[in-house]
């Protein structure tokens, strides 16, 4: 069984890069569609991994959302995708030097493809944390009239 400790803090670290990520797209100019779709996406992703850390930490539901929040974190699992997809809005969005700051903020980074495959991913990686927690209420249901 993996470490609650480790669960939540790579929950954590998800959660600090989906508010970098908001804060330079408030910032970016351009794509004013496609940016605001991320901005709200990132804003529901906020919500569900702050659900998915609660139950984690929370020493009296623990172990009985514990199985299937646990599997979400193994190696390559929907956690550590959702941070690298993250890192690549972070890559594009966030300025380095003064020049990039410069040239950032004048243009939209995403073309149209590329941001609804960056769409596409997340929402497919925040269907797999529902289900997990779907999953569990089953368990605790099952529980009860055991």
Known sequence: MADPLSITASIVAVLQITATV????????????DRIRLRDEMRSTVCLL?????RVDDPDTRDIYFNEV?????PNGPLIQLRK????????LVP????QQIAKALKWPFDKTEINEILGTIERLKSLFSLAMQN??????LCIFD
Not at 50 to 54: S, V, Y
Not at 70 to 74: D, F, Q, V
Not at 96 to 99: D, T
């Open 96 to 99: 380095g030097s003064r020049i």
């Open 136 to 141: 569990d209420h089953m368990y605790v249901i």
């Open 70 to 74: 646990g599997l979400l974190n193994a």
């Open 85 to 92: 997809t993250l890192e690549l809005l972070v890559e594009k």
């Open 22 to 33: 908001t804060k330079y797209l408030k910032d970016v100019r351009g794509g004013s569609e």
């Open 50 to 54: 702050e659900m998915l850390k609660d």
